[in-house]
Every structure is written in C-alpha cells, then in structure tokens.
C-alpha cells in the first residue's frame, strides 16, 4: 500500500564498466534487479564511445559486443591507476548521461560500476555544483575510484554535499578497495558498504539489507 501511495519506484539511471554495455550491465545485476523489485528500477545505457578490441579486458574479462567506455587515459587505452595527461571522452559522456536523464526521465539517482562510478561521483560534483543538466537526488557507487587525471582534479576539489553509497569489494583485483575508499572520502557523508567479494556488484542478503536502507532514505520525484 505504501508503494501505491508513492506511486512509482525510485529510478536509476545505471552506468557500466570500461569495456562493457548496457546489455552486460542488465545481465550482471540479475540478482541485484529482483533484490530492489518495488523500490527501485534501473535503466542501463551505452557510453559513447567504442573501445578498441585489442585494448586489454579491464571491468570485463568475457569482452562485449562490442564493448564501451566513458572516458580514456591515452589513445583508444583506460587504466584507472593512470594519471592521464590528456583524457579523451568525458565531455561527451557528461552530454550523453544528462540527454539520458532528459529524455528517459525522470530519475531519482544514479547506479556506477567501476568507470561508470567515476563518472557518476563526476556527475555528483557537477549537480552539487548546481549544475541543472542533472535533476538526481543521489548515487550508489559501486567499485568507484576518483580520476587521476590533472584535468579532472576539479570534480574532487570541494567536499561533494549528495547522499551516496560506496560498495567496496575487499577482494576487488581491478579497482581495490583503497582507491574505491579514497573516492567515498571527497563526498560529504558517504555511506560505505564493504563486502568480501571482488569486482563485481554484489546482492546477496547483507547488501540487499544495505541498499534498501540507503534507498529508504529517498522518495521517487523528489528532484522533479
């Protein structure tokens, strides 16, 4: 009853991995999806950009067809760790999440994996910022790290006031848990969630508990 008085469940705009898709996304978060049923809904899209095939597997052992990233460290190459001179890519990626949010919303906050969290913490900073291009309320964070990329120092330079969960995977071989752990330090009160596994997102009991807790917090339409 509750749920009709409220009227929809909240919304996610939902952003994979380097070298993934929308279409992995929705299979990887099977377990996540009906873990959320009723409260929250997540919509996937495509980043803009085709990643090389010979670039090395890095969110995404199996590859994709054909697989995607948000931004690059050097031509056509991502490596979270890198401090990248001269980033290619983003710019287009921040024009795609907000014509996502415009044109397939509304949405209430926003779910990263592992690039697609950095480019959601970066999305985070700017609507902080009050940047009107992105109307969402929070984010959930999920093997996050912040860019080491000098021209992206900005994004970082302020405490950043949105509500957001962190899901750090002790056992995270791709983006370990200290880089995902610095990234939740530059919100203002971020909301941490440790689990023993490693890169993936994880839904078993203990973190579903945890996600609709933090998700508890929200109501749907509440940016609109």
């Not at 913490?121 to 910022?129: D, I, K, S």
């Amino acid at each position: 009853a509750a749920m009709a008085a409220e009227g929809r469940p909240l919304r996610l705009l939902a952003l994979h991995g380097y070298r993934q898709s929308a279409r992995r996304l929705r299979q990887r978060t099977g377990a996540l999806r009906k873990a959320l049923r009723g409260r929250a809904e997540l919509l996937a899209i495509d980043a803009p950009h085709a990643v090389p095939a010979a670039a090395a597997a890095q969110d995404d052992p199996d590859g994709d067809d054909p697989p995607r990233g948000w931004w690059f460290s050097g031509p056509g190459t991502f490596e979270a760790g890198e401090a990248a001179a001269v980033p290619e890519g983003l710019e287009e990626s921040l024009s795609a999440v907000a014509a996502a949010l415009a044109e397939q919303g509304p949405f209430d906050g926003l779910l990263g994996f592992s690039q697609g969290a950095a480019l959601a913490a970066m999305v985070c900073a700017l609507r902080a910022r009050g940047d009107p291009r992105f109307p969402v309320a929070f984010a959930v964070l999920v093997a996050g790290f912040a860019s080491r990329a000098p021209a992206h120092g900005h994004f970082y330079r302020h405490p950043i006031a949105l509500p957001t969960l962190h899901v750090v995977g002790d056992t995270d071989a791709v983006i370990a848990a200290p880089l995902s752990m610095e990234l939740a330090r530059c919100f203002v009160e971020p909301a941490v969630l440790a689990h023993p596994g490693g890169h993936f997102i994880p839904a078993a009991a203990a973190q579903k508990k945890a996600y609709l807790e933090f998700l508890g917090r929200f109501r749907p339409g509440q940016e609109q």
